[in-house]
T-cell receptor, first 111, second 113 residues
Framework: DAGITQSPRHKVTETGTPVTLRCHQTENHRYMYWYRQDPGHGLRLIHYSYGVKDTDKGEVSDGYSVSRSKTEDFLLTLESATSSQTSVYFC??????????FGPGTRLLVL | QKEVEQDPGPLSVPEGAIVSLNCTYSNSAFQYFMWYRQYSRKGPELLMYTYSSGNKEDGRFTAQVDKSSKYISLFIRDSQPSDSATYLCAMSVRGTSGSRLTFGEGTQLTVNP
């Protein structure tokens, strides 16, 4: 399972509150990714990291920020959650090949 | 127009049937092609990947890539109820920064006993 954990696994929050999701990996992979998955859209890339303190935007980055202060942790922050950010969030790592392995996901509901 | 098109289904087949899942794409720069399986309320699980045209086989699964037609397929032989899941195709341009994957929407498959 590529040693990826995500926390929390489920979260309910209110509009306007900040939310931070955590992705933790145990295998020292350089590349880490945050995706969201929504019906009709599939998986879409939010942000990714190619090393400690090195991050870049994906296709749906508005309203999200990320940080990576250690190789093993990649944090996704919703500065002020909106109902449109209700989704399932997946973290992934890239292996030595051009393949990615996913964590179990975090279900976020913004009321 | 989406870069990767995949019929979302749902697709329902009897146990033992051969299943064919397909994706088309528009970006001729895509070089890596992957299939993921996702069970309900779980993360996507990598099934197969290839970077060349032709067929790649792994047990009951065969991945096929036709770059000239920009078309990829996943075949499942002797389908089992445990194959019931959503299947996502994904592709990327090899070597670009971060290796961004572009996903299809996913096809929901049900194999009926």
């Amino acid at each position: 399972d590529a040693g990826i954990t995500q926390s929390p696994r489920h979260k309910v929050t209110e509009t306007g509150t900040p939310v931070t999701l955590r992705c933790h990996q145990t295998e020292n992979h350089r590349y880490m990714y945050w995706y969201r998955q929504d019906p009709g859209h599939g998986l879409r890339l939010i942000h990714y990291s190619y090393g400690v303190k090195d991050t870049d935007k994906g296709e749906v980055s508005d309203g999200y920020s990320v940080s990576r202060s250690k190789t093993e942790d990649f944090l996704l922050t919703l500065e002020s959650a909106t109902s449109s950010q209700t989704s399932v969030y997946f973290c992934a790592i890239r292996d030595t090949e051009e393949t990615q392995y996913f964590g179990p996901g975090t279900r976020l509901l913004v009321l | 127009q989406k870069e990767v098109e995949q019929d979302p289904g749902p697709l329902s087949v009897p146990e033992g049937a051969i299943v064919s899942l397909n994706c088309t794409y528009s970006n001729s720069a895509f070089q890596y092609f992957m299939w993921y399986r996702q069970y309900s309320r779980k993360g996507p699980e990598l099934l197969m990947y290839t970077y060349s045209s032709g067929n790649k086989e792994d047990g009951r699964f065969t991945a096929q890539v036709d770059k000239s037609s920009k078309y990829i397929s996943l075949f499942i032989r002797d389908s089992q109820p445990s194959d019931s899941a959503t299947y996502l195709c994904a592709m990327s341009v090899r070597g670009t920064s971060g290796s961004r994957l572009t996903f299809g929407e996913g096809t929901q498959l049900t194999v009926n006993p």
